[in-house]
């Protein structure tokens, strides 16, 4: 898995929220930003357009505030993927068993 940057914001987030990338398109590495405006259990997900999953950036415990993660274009195995339309998904579990669930759009170009 990728390491995942605490964004240092000095105020929590009021919502939890997929941020989106950029650049987008992008080559060869895009940048992930995702808000917690709590603790979570949270998941980073790459998908293709057709719903097969790519890699997980990102799974585990996070605190709550503003986060990156970057994605270099490569699937779990580190082969690179082709050029498309893939999804980023976020998924965050609270402590109370709230569920945020959250996708974009992102375009890699080779």
Same mark, same amino acid.
């Given at each position: 898995?990728?390491?995942?940057?605490?964004?240092?914001?000095?105020?929590?987030?009021?919502?939890?929220?997929?941020?989106?990338?950029?650049?987008?398109?992008?080559?060869?590495?895009?940048?992930?930003?995702?808000? !917690?405006? $709590?603790?979570?259990? #949270?998941?980073?997900?790459?998908?293709?357009?057709?719903?097969? &999953?790519?890699? *997980? =950036?990102?799974?585990?415990?996070?605190?709550?505030?503003?986060?990156?993660?970057?994605?270099?274009?490569?699937?779990?195995?580190?082969?690179?993927?082709?050029?498309?339309?893939? !999804?980023? $998904?976020?998924?965050? #579990?609270?402590?109370?068993?709230?569920?945020?669930?959250?996708? &974009?759009?992102? *375009? =890699?170009?080779?």
């Amino acid at each position: 898995m990728t390491a995942v940057t605490d964004l240092g914001s000095a105020a929590t987030p009021a919502v939890a929220a997929l941020l989106g990338n950029y650049p987008n398109p992008f080559n060869p590495m895009t940048h992930i930003r995702f808000a !917690l405006d $709590q603790p979570a259990l #949270a998941r980073i997900t790459i998908y293709s357009v057709t719903g097969q &999953r790519i890699r *997980t =950036l990102v799974e585990g415990r996070a605190a709550a505030g503003t986060h990156e993660v970057w994605w270099d274009g490569r699937d779990a195995a580190g082969h690179n993927v082709s050029t498309g339309v893939y !999804l980023v $998904q976020m998924e965050a #579990a609270s402590e109370i068993g709230d569920v945020f669930r959250q996708s &974009r759009r992102m *375009t =890699l170009i080779r």
